[in-house]
């Protein structure tokens, strides 16, 4: 079998259930953004070794 074309565009969006995921995302992005270089710090460090 070989590959499937389709014409036309696929349009994607977030669904209302999935848009309550965003404020705990950005509270992630922003302990993420607080920590990042002990983050690198530890992981060089652990490599190091």
Do not use: C, N
Request: charged letters at 30%; zero cysteines.
């Amino acid at each position: 079998m070989g590959p499937i074309h389709r014409k036309g565009a696929v349009e994607y969006r977030v669904a209302p259930l999935g848009k309550t995921m965003r404020p705990p995302v950005d509270v992630l992005l922003d302990w993420v953004r607080t920590y990042m270089p002990q983050i690198e710090e530890a992981r060089e460090s652990f490599d190091a070794r």
